[in-house]
């Protein structure tokens, strides 16, 4: 087995996340508080997002990512200077109100390349 193919001791997440450079919107108490932040990973479970206190988010929250046309419902599981770290569920899609899903690994990757190749034109 090569070093690349051990899995890192630390590493306890079932899906990987990709790297992302995201806006994203804080959303608390009914949607009438929102702070801004950035979402540095992205799967379909969880995230990372960097904001400037992240000491002051709440416990629960909606997370929208406009540039998915997505909100999710969020829970933070830990908290490091600006950056806290998200398990995310009840996925809700502007574009499909009704509709409720989780993206696949497989989905994010599509995702990710498009957001890549749309950044480079």
């Known amino acids: 087995m090569t ?6 001791a630390t590493e306890r997440r079932s899906v990987p996340r990709l ?11 009914d949607r009438k508080s929102t702070m801004d932040c950035t979402v540095r990973s992205l799967s379909a479970y969880g995230a990372r997002i960097v904001l400037s ?9 909606d997370l929208a ?9 969020a829970k933070v599981v ?3 200077g600006d950056c806290a770290g998200l ?10 109100p009704a509709a409720r899903r989780r993206m696949t690994p497989r989905q994010m990757r599509r995702a990710h390349r498009k957001e890549m190749a749309a950044a480079l034109y």
């Open 19 to 29: 790297k992302t450079l995201l806006g994203g919107i804080v959303q608390f108490d």
């Open 87 to 96: 398990v995310l569920s009840d996925v809700e899609e502007h574009e499909e």
């Open 3 to 8: 070093e690349s193919a051990i899995p890192s």
């Open 78 to 80: 830990w908290r490091r």
């Open 53 to 61: 206190e992240a000491f002051r988010v709440p416990d629960a929250f």
């Open 65 to 73: 990512i406009p540039h998915h046309d997505q909100t999710h419902r």
